[in-house]
């Protein structure tokens, strides 16, 4: 059984605060061995329980990297990074996964669905791995199917799906145990634009119903146009912060 | 070592080597023309160091199993070779009289034939020397330790045998020579003289007509003397004295120019000159040193023949895994290629490409694998050396150059001809599909004339060989025939709407029925049937196997996921762990048959040995009914063994039951009415005390006899009629491995006729008969050849033959051990030399098991190709799966989740392969029980289901260590970087 560290304050500051996440000073240095790449330069930044965030900016600007690090995908060198009131920095790579499994869904670009698994079996996946009898993760799969408008989809293969409905699929399989945050890495980046609207429909729909939180990696301004606040990011950094409209100058 | 499958070798390595240098210098051009392909084949062998690994490990099998099986057919042609030269040294030819004993060594004939040979033949240049020599067996005592030898070889020899054969030497090397002897002196082996404890100084008394006659041992010689390594050499004329053939001798030796060896290649020079000189005065001549040669190298292409024969089955396996290995590597460059291909890369250079790094491994791999089957040969020699240690045989392990190029050339032209066909098959993508790596799209049905052109042609083929098969009395055609057909009708229906699970899974099923059907209800009963049917018995059943596993994995896998998937935690692993192996088919079913071909061989043969070796447990069945046998000296023999038994005071009498005689002669025989060559065979009469206590049965009997007994009372009491071993008569059914030929084959029937015709085998020098009355049934181990009584057998011989050999069955209870000494002890006088029959079916059956596990170890050598099957899929898997893998990390699978689930697919492979092997080899083993109780009663089914479990378990730990590897590589992807690479 693992035990996350529920330091009373910083539960009491995200009551006080709503902030589900905080970064401080984040760097992440890639060392190939020849070249020594800084994708993040000392990232700070705060986001709000059930508030839905895009990070957008050019390719290579440490979008991906920085939504790895904070989903604790990878490792950072320097500085902090709290979820939920966890400093996920200081857990094991064991206790990191199993506060993924919990706490977290993902949604990528290329959907990253299990081409062996059918569209039920893919979705249920996240609760057979918290332990969920397979009878109630089937349950639970079949009603997140229904919220993404897939039901009657759940025995077909992967492979049998349009983009739209792979993505569908995976949005299902990110939000079917429930997380507190949702990241999503260009999740209308393999669409049409009509699939990408009808995509973000699904997502936005979802944030107001259940208040989790979206952080979106994209290049879609349409995407950033759909979410309450916009990061922009430029070399490692955080270029400009933007709440509905109002353009925040980032803190260095 | 001369012949592969009836190939000559010299030939065979000299065309192979032809072949593979042609392939190998046409690839060179090719590359050089090919630059740029060249290029990318050459850098894609070290992208992958592990996997390369792998693939070499895979295809260097065939020439390892090659090699291997080559070293020991040469070593055990090698050491026949030494033994035979050891035995004779330089005689080349022996003239001897008629014949009186199955040795052949009592036919006296006047000395004067030596000298007027050697003024015949002395001068011809191909004749080093001629000497005349006496050779017998005596018993002999000493009286000091009180030691006997019941039948120490005695040797005659004089200065003309000193002049021109080895000199006699003793264990400093100093030469002993036999004219320096005084009247009553002899030379000792070192191994005589240790049996019998006694030294130099000592006295030994060698006994004729039941008079002792003392010898002082006036020397220990160790080398110089041929024949038997318990032996004495006196001077002739005291040989001749002692056994009171003034003037005669019963053996003239030649020995031609050259060494030991090189000697016989002037055999037939002499013998041409030999033959006529001897004409009409009853000497024959026989090449002894060419026939020994000839008997090695035979021996040598048996053992080697054998190994070959049960290398198919992994050989198989491995082409598979190949083919396997190419489409995989194929599949994991499919981007490249297809990007490749839109470049302007035609379907030409993809296959060269790939046939470039196929040659790079099939070269390699294999010269590591001919090096690699010396090592695994020289191991094997060493344990076939321990396990015929008892019966003085000794291997010296030998490999000729020639054997390592054939062995090095099958394993690369093998490869090379997999390779350019899986190069082909992958040449055809689709550029598109490739790029984007988007599966292959199913072809509709109704458009896959492919399809439809396979079905209607294994249809038309099946017919063709179920019809060949009828026509030629061939089981092989005939079984193969109607399996084409079950497969093609299967097909057929497929392509006209049968869903695929049912087409496959029927003709799965009908492929496994059909060779699992006995052969009385499959029609093959009365068919010839060889060794070959057990390869392809074993190749059609994996492959039904397979087809219906495959085309049922669903079933099976729901079957796993419903036992285990109730265990907390291990549902999710397991659901991605068992939805791999059913998304690819291709892939599971070629791990599969491999593991499953392999696993059947292995289940088949210990099967086969275990139920053989249960005939063991019965020592009476394979004597005939009888505890032990003995021999006496033809010098000194028994007159009446019952009485002499009775006056012998050391045994009671009434432990012993029954007692038969048994005189044997080597006579020269062929089928009356045919005109094939006479040949030798030993000739056993037996009294009415043998034939009213055997107990053998026969597999035939000739019209009017309706029981054994009934054969061997009129065989006893009526002139002119034999018995013979089942050896004699060809069966339809021949599973036997190897050729051993017998003495005499008879013509116009075969054993499953059941009723044996009226023949007659006639003596060549006499012109006597004998008809054929019955053959013997399998196990009838104590008959080697002809037997008759021995009225018969004197009136064939023109002379009478006295009885040597005994056979003793012993009272339930008493000690055969003990009364077997007290034989010898008693009737020492006779050179009584006695066995315990138990003892020795034991010491045999012991060598038997040794050399079945041997062989049982060789063919788990194929295990090596299912492993590394299951590793490089393994390897594949991690490569191919990595996003996969990144995105179920990411979700909250943990390190070991991924480990365990990679481990679970591989295990699963694994275990329903070696599943499906113990089944079929069990049913198969169950089915072949049928042949073998018929041939061989008493036969028994006996499962070793210990060692099977073994094998089982070496075979599943071996494959769970080999994924264990890209297991834990695939546990320790790292999501972020997995999911960087969108």
């Given at each position: 059984m693992l035990h996350y560290r529920h330091d009373g304050g910083e539960q009491e500051m995200v009551r006080q605060n709503g902030h589900i996440i905080e970064v401080k000073g984040v760097h992440k240095t890639y060392d190939t061995g020849a070249v020594k790449v800084q994708a993040l330069r000392g990232v700070d930044l705060s986001i709000k329980k059930g508030e839905m965030v895009a990070i957008m900016g050019p390719s290579g600007c440490g979008k991906t990297t920085l939504l790895n690090c904070l989903s604790g995908l990878d490792d950072i060198n320097q500085g902090e990074v709290i979820v939920d009131g966890n400093h996920i920095t200081q857990m094991s790579e064991r206790q990191r996964t199993h506060f993924r499994a919990q706490s977290m869904g993902f949604i990528f670009q290329s959907f990253n669905l299990l081409p062996v698994l059918n569209v039920a079996e893919n979705v249920e996946l996240p609760l057979l791995l918290s332990d969920v009898s397979p009878k109630v993760a089937r349950q639970k799969a079949l009603g997140a199917l229904f919220m993404v408008g897939l039901s009657g989809q759940e025995n077909k293969r992967p492979s049998e799906l349009s983009g739209g409905q792979q993505q569908r699929v995976a949005i299902a399989r990110a939000l079917v145990n429930e997380p507190a945050i949702v990241w999503g890495d260009e999740p209308t980046g393999n669409l049409d634009t009509e699939t990408a609207t009808e995509v973000m429909r699904v997502l936005r729909k979802l944030n107001k119903e259940k208040g989790q939180t979206f952080v979106l990696v994209t290049h879609s301004p349409d995407v950033g146009a759909d979410a309450d606040r916009i990061i922009h990011m430029r070399d490692g950094l955080i270029a400009s912060d933007q709440h509905n409209g109002t353009t925040v100058p980032a803190a260095h | 070592m001369n012949k592969l499958f009836g190939l000559p070798l010299a030939p065979l390595t000299g065309g192979l080597a032809i072949v593979m240098c042609l392939c190998v210098v046409v690839l060179t051009i090719s590359s050089l023309r090919n630059r740029v392909m060249f290029k990318l084949a050459s850098r894609n062998v070290p992208r992958r160091p592990a996997q390369t690994a792998l693939i070499l490990l895979g295809l260097m099998l065939a020439a390892m199993l090659f090699s291997a099986s080559f070293t020991i057919g040469d070593t055990v042609s090698y050491s026949i070779r030494n033994m035979a030269t050891d035995q004779l040294g330089q005689i080349d030819v022996m003239i001897h009289g008629q014949a009186v004993d199955a040795a052949g060594s009592q036919g006296y004939f006047d000395q004067q034939y030596a000298a007027d040979l050697s003024q015949i033949i002395g001068d011809d240049s191909n004749v080093e020397g001629v000497a005349a020599a006496m050779n017998a067996g005596m018993p002999v005592i000493s009286p000091t330790t009180e030691l006997n030898e019941p039948n120490i070889e005695l040797w005659g020899?004089?200065?003309?045998?000193?002049?021109?054969?080895?000199?006699?030497?003793?264990?400093?090397?100093?030469?002993?020579?036999?004219?320096?002897?005084?009247?009553?002196?002899?030379?000792?082996?070192?191994?005589?003289?240790?049996?019998?404890?006694?030294?130099?100084?000592?006295?030994?008394?060698?006994?004729?007509?039941?008079?002792?006659?003392?010898?002082?041992v006036a020397g220990i010689y160790s080398d110089g003397v041929p024949g038997d390594e318990i032996s004495m050499v006196v001077p002739l004329a005291e040989a001749q004295s002692l056994l009171g053939r003034p003037e005669q001798v019963n053996l003239i030796a030649i020995t031609n120019t050259g060494n030991a060896i090189h000697g016989a290649t002037h055999?037939?020079?002499?013998?041409?000159?030999?033959?006529?000189?001897?004409?009409?005065?009853?000497?024959?001549?026989?090449?002894?040193?060419?026939?020994?040669?000839d008997v090695a190298t035979e021996a040598g292409d048996a053992f080697m023949s054998v190994f070959v024969i049960m290398a198919q089955f992994s050989v198989a396996a491995g082409v598979l895994l190949i083919f396997l290995t190419f489409v995989m590597l194929a599949a994991e460059r499919k981007t490249e290629l297809g990007t490749a291909r839109a470049l302007g890369t035609q379907h030409g250079h993809v296959i060269r490409m790939f046939t470039y790094e196929g040659a790079i491994y099939a070269l390699a791999a294999s010269a590591i694998g001919s090096i690699l089957g010396l090592g695994i040969g020289w191991g094997m020699v060493r344990l076939m050396a321990a396990a015929f240690s008892q019966f003085d045989v000794q291997f010296s392990f030998h490999s000729r150059p020639g054997s390592l190029i054939i062995a090095y050339c099958l394993g690369v032209l093998l490869t090379l001809a997999v390779v350019a066909f899986s190069a082909w098959r992958v040449s055809k993508l689709n550029i598109i599909r490739a790029m984007k790596d988007i599966p292959e799209p199913q072809i509709s049905r109704a458009r896959d004339w492919k399809g439809l052109a396979l079905a209607v042609l294994a249809i038309a083929l099946g017919v063709l060989f179920t019809c060949a098969g009828f026509s030629s009395d061939s089981g092989t055609a005939y079984m193969v025939g109607v399996s084409l057909a079950i497969v093609g009708v299967c097909l057929l229906a497929r392509r006209f709407g049968l869903p695929d699970r049912l087409a496959f899974s029927l003709a799965g099923i009908g492929l496994v029925a059909w060779w699992l059907l006995p052969p009385s209800l499959s029609g093959a009963r009365d068919m010839t049937r060889g060794m070959e049917m057990f390869f392809?018995?074993?190749?059609?059943?994996?492959?039904?196997?397979?087809?219906?596993?495959?085309?049922?994995?669903d079933l099976i896998l729901k079957a796993v996921a419903l036992v285990f998937g109730r265990v907390r935690g291990l549902s999710a692993v397991l659901k991605t762990a068992i939805s791999y192996p059913m998304a690819n088919r291709f892939r599971t079913g070629a791990a599969l048959a491999m593991f499953c071909l392999v696993i059947f061989t292995l289940v088949v043969m210990s099967i086969i040995n275990s139920s053989e070796n249960s005939l063991y447990s019965d020592p009476r069945r394979l004597s005939g009914g009888f505890d032990i046998s003995g021999t006496t000296s033809y010098v000194n023999p028994v007159a009446d063994m019952n009485a002499a038994i009775q006056d012998a005071g050391s045994i009671d009498s009434d432990d012993i039951e029954a007692v038969g005689a048994i005189s044997i002669i080597a006579l020269k025989l062929r089928q009356t009415g045919t005109d094939t060559e006479y040949l030798t065979v030993p000739v056993q009469g037996i009294d009415d005390g043998y034939a009213n206590s055997v107990s053998y049965g026969f597999n035939m009997m000739a019209e009017g006899y309706s029981s054994a007994d009934e054969v061997w009372q009129a065989m006893a009491h009526q002139p002119g009629l034999a018995v013979v071993s089942s050896s004699f008569v060809a069966r339809k059914v021949n599973y036997s491995l190897g050729s051993s030929a017998p003495y005499l084959l008879l013509d116009g029937f075969m054993q499953e006729d059941k009723v044996l015709p009226v023949v007659y085998v006639e003596e060549e020098a006499t012109g006597g008969r004998l008809r054929v009355i019955g053959v013997l049934k399998d196990i009838a181990a104590y008959v080697p050849g002809i037997m008759t009584s021995q009225a018969s057998l004197d009136s064939l011989a023109r002379q009478p033959i006295v009885p040597t050999t005994y056979m003793f069955r012993i009272k339930d209870g008493a000690d055969a051990k003990s009364i077997s000494k007290g034989l010898e002890t008693g009737l020492v006088q006779n050179g009584m030399d006695s066995v315990v029959i138990a003892e020795e079916v034991r010491d045999i059956n012991k060598a038997g098991m040794m050399l079945n596990n041997l062989l049982l170890g060789f063919m788990g050598l194929g295990l090596i190709v299912g492993i590394a099957a299951l590793g490089v899929i393994a390897a594949r898997a991690v490569v191919e799966r990595r996003k996969q893998i990144g995105a179920l990390r990411a979700i909250g699978f943990q390190r070991e989740a991924v480990q365990l689930a990679f481990l679970i697919e591989s295990s699963f492979v694994a275990l329903l392969g070696i599943s499906l092997g113990v089944l079929l080899g069990y049913a198969l083993s169950f089915s072949l029980m049928d042949t073998m109780s018929e041939q061989a009663p008493g036969v028994s089914l006996v499962v070793p289901w210990t060692r099977i479990a073994f094998i089982a378990a070496v075979a599943y730990l071996a494959s769970l260590i080999t994924t264990f590897l890209p297991a834990r590589q695939a546990s320790r992807v790292y999501p972020a970087e997995a999911l960087r690479y969108e």
């Amino acid at each position: 059984m693992l035990h996350y560290r529920h330091d009373g304050g910083e539960q009491e500051m995200v009551r006080q605060n709503g902030h589900i996440i905080e970064v401080k000073g984040v760097h992440k240095t890639y060392d190939t061995g020849a070249v020594k790449v800084q994708a993040l330069r000392g990232v700070d930044l705060s986001i709000k329980k059930g508030e839905m965030v895009a990070i957008m900016g050019p390719s290579g600007c440490g979008k991906t990297t920085l939504l790895n690090c904070l989903s604790g995908l990878d490792d950072i060198n320097q500085g902090e990074v709290i979820v939920d009131g966890n400093h996920i920095t200081q857990m094991s790579e064991r206790q990191r996964t199993h506060f993924r499994a919990q706490s977290m869904g993902f949604i990528f670009q290329s959907f990253n669905l299990l081409p062996v698994l059918n569209v039920a079996e893919n979705v249920e996946l996240p609760l057979l791995l918290s332990d969920v009898s397979p009878k109630v993760a089937r349950q639970k799969a079949l009603g997140a199917l229904f919220m993404v408008g897939l039901s009657g989809q759940e025995n077909k293969r992967p492979s049998e799906l349009s983009g739209g409905q792979q993505q569908r699929v995976a949005i299902a399989r990110a939000l079917v145990n429930e997380p507190a945050i949702v990241w999503g890495d260009e999740p209308t980046g393999n669409l049409d634009t009509e699939t990408a609207t009808e995509v973000m429909r699904v997502l936005r729909k979802l944030n107001k119903e259940k208040g989790q939180t979206f952080v979106l990696v994209t290049h879609s301004p349409d995407v950033g146009a759909d979410a309450d606040r916009i990061i922009h990011m430029r070399d490692g950094l955080i270029a400009s912060d933007q709440h509905n409209g109002t353009t925040v100058p980032a803190a260095h | 070592m001369n012949k592969l499958f009836g190939l000559p070798l010299a030939p065979l390595t000299g065309g192979l080597a032809i072949v593979m240098c042609l392939c190998v210098v046409v690839l060179t051009i090719s590359s050089l023309r090919n630059r740029v392909m060249f290029k990318l084949a050459s850098r894609n062998v070290p992208r992958r160091p592990a996997q390369t690994a792998l693939i070499l490990l895979g295809l260097m099998l065939a020439a390892m199993l090659f090699s291997a099986s080559f070293t020991i057919g040469d070593t055990v042609s090698y050491s026949i070779r030494n033994m035979a030269t050891d035995q004779l040294g330089q005689i080349d030819v022996m003239i001897h009289g008629q014949a009186v004993d199955a040795a052949g060594s009592q036919g006296y004939f006047d000395q004067q034939y030596a000298a007027d040979l050697s003024q015949i033949i002395g001068d011809d240049s191909n004749v080093e020397g001629v000497a005349a020599a006496m050779n017998a067996g005596m018993p002999v005592i000493s009286p000091t330790t009180e030691l006997n030898e019941p039948n120490i070889e005695l040797w005659g020899l004089d200065e003309s045998w000193e002049r021109h054969f080895d000199p006699i030497v003793d264990s400093r090397g100093e030469r002993l020579i036999v004219a320096d002897l005084q009247a009553g002196q002899a030379y000792l082996s070192s191994r005589a003289a240790e049996h019998l404890e006694v030294r130099m100084g000592d006295t030994v008394s060698v006994f004729t007509d039941g008079q002792p006659f003392p010898f002082a041992v006036a020397g220990i010689y160790s080398d110089g003397v041929p024949g038997d390594e318990i032996s004495m050499v006196v001077p002739l004329a005291e040989a001749q004295s002692l056994l009171g053939r003034p003037e005669q001798v019963n053996l003239i030796a030649i020995t031609n120019t050259g060494n030991a060896i090189h000697g016989a290649t002037h055999t037939d020079e002499v013998m041409a000159i030999l033959e006529p000189a001897l004409e009409g005065t009853g000497l024959t001549a026989e090449a002894v040193k060419q026939e020994a040669l000839d008997v090695a190298t035979e021996a040598g292409d048996a053992f080697m023949s054998v190994f070959v024969i049960m290398a198919q089955f992994s050989v198989a396996a491995g082409v598979l895994l190949i083919f396997l290995t190419f489409v995989m590597l194929a599949a994991e460059r499919k981007t490249e290629l297809g990007t490749a291909r839109a470049l302007g890369t035609q379907h030409g250079h993809v296959i060269r490409m790939f046939t470039y790094e196929g040659a790079i491994y099939a070269l390699a791999a294999s010269a590591i694998g001919s090096i690699l089957g010396l090592g695994i040969g020289w191991g094997m020699v060493r344990l076939m050396a321990a396990a015929f240690s008892q019966f003085d045989v000794q291997f010296s392990f030998h490999s000729r150059p020639g054997s390592l190029i054939i062995a090095y050339c099958l394993g690369v032209l093998l490869t090379l001809a997999v390779v350019a066909f899986s190069a082909w098959r992958v040449s055809k993508l689709n550029i598109i599909r490739a790029m984007k790596d988007i599966p292959e799209p199913q072809i509709s049905r109704a458009r896959d004339w492919k399809g439809l052109a396979l079905a209607v042609l294994a249809i038309a083929l099946g017919v063709l060989f179920t019809c060949a098969g009828f026509s030629s009395d061939s089981g092989t055609a005939y079984m193969v025939g109607v399996s084409l057909a079950i497969v093609g009708v299967c097909l057929l229906a497929r392509r006209f709407g049968l869903p695929d699970r049912l087409a496959f899974s029927l003709a799965g099923i009908g492929l496994v029925a059909w060779w699992l059907l006995p052969p009385s209800l499959s029609g093959a009963r009365d068919m010839t049937r060889g060794m070959e049917m057990f390869f392809l018995a074993g190749i059609m059943l994996v492959l039904g196997a397979t087809f219906l596993a495959i085309h049922n994995m669903d079933l099976i896998l729901k079957a796993v996921a419903l036992v285990f998937g109730r265990v907390r935690g291990l549902s999710a692993v397991l659901k991605t762990a068992i939805s791999y192996p059913m998304a690819n088919r291709f892939r599971t079913g070629a791990a599969l048959a491999m593991f499953c071909l392999v696993i059947f061989t292995l289940v088949v043969m210990s099967i086969i040995n275990s139920s053989e070796n249960s005939l063991y447990s019965d020592p009476r069945r394979l004597s005939g009914g009888f505890d032990i046998s003995g021999t006496t000296s033809y010098v000194n023999p028994v007159a009446d063994m019952n009485a002499a038994i009775q006056d012998a005071g050391s045994i009671d009498s009434d432990d012993i039951e029954a007692v038969g005689a048994i005189s044997i002669i080597a006579l020269k025989l062929r089928q009356t009415g045919t005109d094939t060559e006479y040949l030798t065979v030993p000739v056993q009469g037996i009294d009415d005390g043998y034939a009213n206590s055997v107990s053998y049965g026969f597999n035939m009997m000739a019209e009017g006899y309706s029981s054994a007994d009934e054969v061997w009372q009129a065989m006893a009491h009526q002139p002119g009629l034999a018995v013979v071993s089942s050896s004699f008569v060809a069966r339809k059914v021949n599973y036997s491995l190897g050729s051993s030929a017998p003495y005499l084959l008879l013509d116009g029937f075969m054993q499953e006729d059941k009723v044996l015709p009226v023949v007659y085998v006639e003596e060549e020098a006499t012109g006597g008969r004998l008809r054929v009355i019955g053959v013997l049934k399998d196990i009838a181990a104590y008959v080697p050849g002809i037997m008759t009584s021995q009225a018969s057998l004197d009136s064939l011989a023109r002379q009478p033959i006295v009885p040597t050999t005994y056979m003793f069955r012993i009272k339930d209870g008493a000690d055969a051990k003990s009364i077997s000494k007290g034989l010898e002890t008693g009737l020492v006088q006779n050179g009584m030399d006695s066995v315990v029959i138990a003892e020795e079916v034991r010491d045999i059956n012991k060598a038997g098991m040794m050399l079945n596990n041997l062989l049982l170890g060789f063919m788990g050598l194929g295990l090596i190709v299912g492993i590394a099957a299951l590793g490089v899929i393994a390897a594949r898997a991690v490569v191919e799966r990595r996003k996969q893998i990144g995105a179920l990390r990411a979700i909250g699978f943990q390190r070991e989740a991924v480990q365990l689930a990679f481990l679970i697919e591989s295990s699963f492979v694994a275990l329903l392969g070696i599943s499906l092997g113990v089944l079929l080899g069990y049913a198969l083993s169950f089915s072949l029980m049928d042949t073998m109780s018929e041939q061989a009663p008493g036969v028994s089914l006996v499962v070793p289901w210990t060692r099977i479990a073994f094998i089982a378990a070496v075979a599943y730990l071996a494959s769970l260590i080999t994924t264990f590897l890209p297991a834990r590589q695939a546990s320790r992807v790292y999501p972020a970087e997995a999911l960087r690479y969108e």
